[in-house]
């Protein structure tokens, strides 16, 4: 079982940043791949960006060049850059973990709201 805490979300104006934290109970070696997605009301849950064991990330298209994810091993954390933020990220953010059994876990979310 692995539990994952998001932090760091909060209310900033739209060209801001903010870095989302994801802690994990057990140690990240035991995780295969980490990442955020988000959820805007009245939409589906999306992938923001993804970051394997050896480091390897990928990102949403849209989002290539603003967000950064990355992981700190030794912290059990992974990380969400997010700079130049716009309106439209305005979402619940959550942190995902894919185990070495495939096992998939999810934060409770934390909310981005950025205003105009």
């Known amino acids: 079982q692995v539990q994952l805490v998001e932090s760091g979300g909060g209310l900033v104006q739209a060209g801001g940043s903010l870095r989302l934290s994801c802690a994990a109970s057990?140690?990240?070696?035991?995780?295969?791949?980490m990442g955020w997605y988000r959820q805007a009301p009245g939409t589906q849950r999306e992938l923001v960006a993804t970051?394997?064991?050896?480091?390897?990330?990928n990102y949403a298209d849209s989002l290539k060049g603003r967000f950064t994810i990355s992981r700190d091993n030794a912290k059990n954390t992974a990380y969400l850059q997010m700079n130049s933020l716009k309106p439209e990220d305005t979402a619940v953010y959550y942190c995902?973990?894919?185990?070495?059994?495939?096992?998939?876990?999810w934060g409770q979310g934390t909310q981005v709201t950025v205003s105009s």
């Open positions: 057990r140690t990240i070696w035991s995780i295969t791949a």
């Open positions: 995902n973990a894919v185990s070495l059994n495939g096992m998939v876990y």
């Open positions: 970051i394997t064991r050896g480091g390897s990330t």
